[in-house]
Nanobody, 113 residues
């Protein structure tokens, strides 16, 4: 399983970013996908998840109404649209396939206070 995240960067509070995660090595369309984030010195936090067909989503409370998870099964890609970003969203963001112990390199999001 290979996961490659991209799209992070430095953005001012209130701004937006769209993260992407391209996956390979398994049948993407058969699996739910998740996004996690990690602040240095802390554990990884589940941010959002999406079902295999995209019909069901989950968001952790701090991001509800601001983040949207989506997927394109034809492109083996899962996205995380992040709007109205806040300094507390600063973290490294990772995608993960539930049930597989594989992580990508992550993509860094910085929202200065």
């Amino acid at each position: 399983v290979r996961l490659v995240e991209s799209g992070g960067g430095l953005v001012q509070p209130g701004g937006s970013l769209r993260l992407s995660c391209v996956v390979s090595g398994f049948t993407f369309r058969n699996y739910a996908m998740t996004w996690y984030r990690q602040v240095p010195g802390k554990g990884r936090e589940l941010v959002a998840s999406i079902s295999s067909a995209g019909g069901d989503t989950y968001y952790t409370d701090p991001v509800k109404g601001r983040f949207t998870v989506s997927r394109d099964n034809a492109k083996n890609t899962v996205y995380l649209q992040m709007n109205n970003l806040k300094p507390e969203d600063t973290a490294d963001y990772y995608c993960r396939v539930p049930g597989f112990n594989s992580w990508g390199q992550g993509t860094q999001v910085i929202v200065p206070s």
